[in-house]
């Protein structure tokens, strides 16, 4: 019989194709286990998310919110627009032909019939001068006085700041104020008339143009949610403003004991100031800084009156 030495016995090499053998995991108590094997029985643990509420949150965060939904705000006023002039035959030339018809129409009236003073410029650029102002500051009242009522669907079905549908509205009512100041230009070119150097100012007087609309217009829109009389009432103050603001004619025609009163018509100040950066009139510091006192005061009461009744707009509207 042959003998064999432990050297000797060897195991028999596998066959082809047949996989290699695996070592077994031992199960002694103590004995290290393959990482294999300690991965695969070791779950992921789940993520945590933890919801705080916090009394007065919304209200501490709603001036930074106003940014943070700065798309909301450019998609309104981008939808406004264009639903202004659709479906409408001639679509935003009614933007030049509004302002045009009206200087004609006040410049004979104020012009030639009444035989009021232009200065050293022509009438129709003294009438376009404070129809720029006032204009705006009619559509930017009117829009942002039926702005909530319109998006009542909108209000009642997410949370967004409030004060951007008003704001929207003053900023579609700047889209027609430029181009009527683009049609100023051609009325400057057809009476050959130069602008003084103030003209430069226009763009910041622009910004407190709008800033004289929002006070109103936060009232308005506000108080048209509660009691829907306003929607008529606006319409009214725009078509009696038109001829109590110095539009068709200039401020100093008021007679001197009146004049302080009647700078508290917000819309005086803006106008004179116009008329001295477009005309070159000189400009009344006294009727300006009251009529100037009273916007921002407007201002202040329609943030405050807005912010107080923002959160009963769902339930009112």
Request: aromatic content about 12%; hydrophobic content about 50%; charged content about 15%.
């Amino acid at each position: 019989m042959a003998h064999f030495s432990e050297t000797d016995i060897r195991p028999a090499p596998p066959l082809p194709g047949t996989p290699e053998p695996r070592e077994a995991a031992t199960s002694l108590p103590g004995a290290a286990r393959p990482d294999s094997v300690r991965t695969s029985e070791r779950s992921a643990p789940e993520p945590q998310y933890t919801t705080v509420i916090e009394a007065g949150a919304t209200v501490r965060r709603y001036w930074s919110d106003l940014y943070r939904y700065r798309e909301l705000f450019l998609f309104l006023a981008r939808r406004d627009l264009v639903v202004r002039y659709r479906q409408t035959v001639i679509g935003a030339a009614w933007a030049v032909i509004r302002p045009l018809a009206t200087m004609i129409v006040l410049s004979v009236v104020f012009g030639r019939l009444a035989g009021m003073p232009s200065g050293n410029v022509p009438y129709p650029i003294l009438v376009f001068a404070g129809i720029l102002p006032w204009q705006f500051f009619a559509a930017a009242l009117g829009d942002a006085t039926m702005s909530l009522v319109a998006n009542a669907g909108l209000i009642s079905k997410v949370y967004f700041p409030r004060l951007i549908l008003p704001a929207s509205a003053v900023i579609v009512a700047f889209v027609d104020f430029l181009v009527a100041a683009a049609l100023l230009s051609g009325v400057f070119l057809l009476y050959r008339y130069v602008p003084p150097i103030q003209i430069l100012t226009l763009p910041l007087l622009s910004l407190w143009m709008g800033i004289v609309a929002l006070g109103p217009g936060l009232l308005a829109t506000a108080l048209n949610v509660r009691y829907r009389d306003f929607r008529y009432v606006v319409p009214f103050v725009v078509q009696f403003g038109l001829y109590v603001s110095p539009v068709g004619f200039r401020t100093d025609v008021v007679p001197e004991p009146w004049r302080l009163i009647y700078a508290l018509n917000p819309v005086v100040g803006v106008i004179d100031a116009f008329r001295w950066a477009i005309c070159g009139d000189p400009l009344d510091l006294r009727t300006f800084v009251v009529s100037s006192a009273v916007s921002l005061a407007l201002l202040a009461a329609g943030v405050t009156y807005f912010r107080k009744t923002e959160r009963t707009f769902a339930d009112v509207i």
